[in-house]
């Protein structure tokens, strides 16, 4: 038994001499630190080349630089954009190229787009006698298949001759009244395109439109359903542009916006908000607006309704 013991004791000293785990506070202090993480800085954005602004040319000629339209341009010299395509031979007025050099002037024996005269529509007034009245005219043809073919819409033949008549039958031919010229199709009515006080008139202050005058963001709607055909600020002195195309060969500016909220090709419709008011290109918060046609400035005024 005392044998036993003595070999117990022996053990347990034993064990009590082997060396254990290490403390966890020594195993920390001899781990090494982790690495730093790289802070990655984002990635710098790149700079764009601003685009060139176009403004109206000294030279008769233009130089085609990217984001520039043929509208942009005809706008920016007062011209009809289908001149400067007739002029320049393009084939469509859509299609420009970089580069290219565009003549601002017609060539020799090309006709120039003239505008219609914009008279104020005449006033109703009594006539002072009977108005006369004129009876249609009618043409006398030989009778023949061919006559008879080409005018079988609208002739009325004569009674026929008797038969021992030698001379054929004639076609008494009833000329239509000719067809009342309908005036280029315009708009019917036009919308003021934002609230706010007139500040410039066309001519004076406002130049070749109107500046009228709000608070900043205030909405800008269109005049008139038509089609935007120039969106952006490549324009010099008209900040942030929209134009709009609209029937009758009219087109309506709407310069200074803060901000655009249609691009080229959208179809709008009248009193659509296309923009924000802001002052871009310009030194307060104001809608400068035009209407043109044929590329020509008109009075907005004359156009739009009166207001209380």
């Known amino acids: 038994m005392k044998a036993l013991a003595y070999v117990l004791i022996a053990v347990a000293l034993a064990a009590c001499a082997a060396p254990g785990p290490a403390p966890v506070r020594d195993a920390q202090a001899r781990k090494p630190p982790a690495p ?24 008769g000629l233009h130089l085609v630089a990217r984001g520039d339209t043929l509208y942009a341009i005809a706008f920016a010299n007062s011209l009809d954009y289908r001149d400067l395509a007739a002029w320049n031979r393009l084939d469509s007025p859509d299609r420009i190229l970089v580069g290219q050099t565009l003549r601002l002037t017609p060539p020799p024996g090309a006709v120039e787009t003239r505008p219609l005269n914009e008279a104020a529509p005449p006033t109703a007034r009594a006539l002072n006698e009977p108005p006369l009245l004129r009876t249609p005219q009618a043409v006398w043809l030989e009778y023949s298949d061919a006559n008879w073919a080409q005018v079988s819409a609208t002739a009325v033949a004569s009674p026929p001759a008797p038969a021992s008549s030698a001379s054929p039958p004639a076609l008494a031919v009833t000329a239509a009244p000719p067809a009342a010229v309908a005036a280029a199709a315009a708009v019917d009515t036009w919308l003021w395109p934002a ?114």
């Not at 685009?51 to 040319?57: N, Y």
């Open 36 to 59: 730093p993480t790289p802070v990655r800085e984002p990635p710098a954005e790149p700079v764009r080349a601003a685009t060139p602004q176009i403004a109206p040319s000294s030279n």
């Open 195 to 308: 609230d706010g006080a007139l500040l410039g008139r066309f001519g004076a202050a406002g130049g070749k439109g109107i500046d009228i005058v709000a608070a900043r963001n205030s909405p800008i709607k269109a005049a008139a359903p038509g089609k935007v055909v120039y969106s952006g600020s490549g324009l010099r002195g008209y900040g942030k542009l929209v134009i709009v195309k609209h029937a009758g060969e009219f087109l309506s500016a709407y310069a200074h916006n803060d901000t655009i909220l249609v691009k080229e090709g959208d179809a709008v419709s009248a009193g659509q908000k296309i923009a924000l008011m802001g002052d871009s290109g310009t030194d307060r918060v104001k809608l400068h607006f035009e209407i043109r046609r044929y590329g020509k400035p008109l009075d907005p005024l004359t156009y739009l309704p009166e207001r209380s």
